[in-house]
T-cell receptor
Framework: DTAVSQTPKYLVTQMGNDKSIKCEQNLGHDTMYWYKQDSKKFLKIMFSYNNKELIINETVPNRFSPKSPDKAHLNLHINSLELGDSAVYFC?????????????FGQGTRLTVV | AQKVTQAQTEISVVEKEDVTLDCVYETRDTTYYLFWYKQPPSGELVFLIRRNSFDEQNEISGRYSWNFQKSTSSFNFTITASQVVDSAVYFCALFTYGQNFVFGPGTRLSVLP
């Protein structure tokens, strides 16, 4: 059973299009994240979200928006895609609680904007 | 602000050599968690270990060992008798309740046969 699953794994699209990446976790975690990994392998947090609070990295353009229909899902919507959006996007979940847990990651979505 | 530094961008070793990956972190929080993740060529991020700030006990898991020293804000990772399958990018990460997860830039390890 996959703990954190993302779809699609690969996404190729043209500039200006709007696209979504879906993420689901079956771990019962209360916090989910989106990370962007650029070509140099840097992992930067874009959003963290639990059922109470959305924390947005201020450097993320407002063309990116997270949507959480329920606790187990955190989808990423991207409007007006640009060439610079090409990257691998990772969804993750954790249960910070009082003990803190590791983040479990999805397999990543490689987005290519042409 | 939270920060994680991995000074070694790339390391190459020959199989069976021991190798240590360095990680230095910065935080003003007294409660925090440190992690190591492995990203093999297939691209997924694999969790390796978690330590909390109150537990400086070193840990060994098979060929892997971790040395956590609060005095130097370091959480180094050693692979003993490296194997080709250890070739990957390794990330050190810091979690604090205010900043969530912050990752270091990664160290690319190449183990040559």
């Amino acid at each position: 059973d996959t703990a954190v699953s993302q779809t699609p794994k690969y996404l190729v699209t043209q500039m200006g299009n709007d696209k979504s990446i879906k993420c689901e976790q079956n771990l019962g975690h209360d916090t989910m994240y989106w990370y962007k990994q650029d070509s140099k392998k840097f992992l930067k947090i874009m959003f963290s979200y639990n059922n109470k609070e959305l924390i947005i990295n201020e450097t993320v353009p407002n063309r990116f928006s997270p949507k959480s229909p329920d606790k187990a899902h955190l989808n990423l919507h991207i409007n007006s895609l640009e060439l610079g959006d090409s990257a691998v996007y990772f969804c993750a979940s954790s249960f910070p609680g009082t003990g803190g847990t590791e983040a479990f990651f999805g397999q990543g979505t490689r987005l290519t904007v042409v | 602000a939270q920060k994680v530094t991995q000074a070694q961008t790339e390391i190459s070793v020959v199989e069976k050599e021991d190798v240590t990956l360095d990680c230095v972190y910065e935080t003003r929080d007294t409660t925090y968690y440190l992690f190591w993740y492995k990203q093999p060529p297939s691209g997924e991020l694999v969790f390796l270990i978690r330590r909390n700030s109150f537990d400086e006990q070193n840990e060994i898991s098979g060929r892997y060992s971790w040395n956590f020293q609060k005095s130097t804000s370091s959480f180094n990772f050693t692979i003993t008798a490296s194997q080709v399958v250890d070739s990957a990018v390794y990330f050190c990460a810091l979690f604090t309740y205010g900043q969530n997860f912050v990752f270091g830039p990664g160290t690319r390890l190449s183990v040559l046969p």
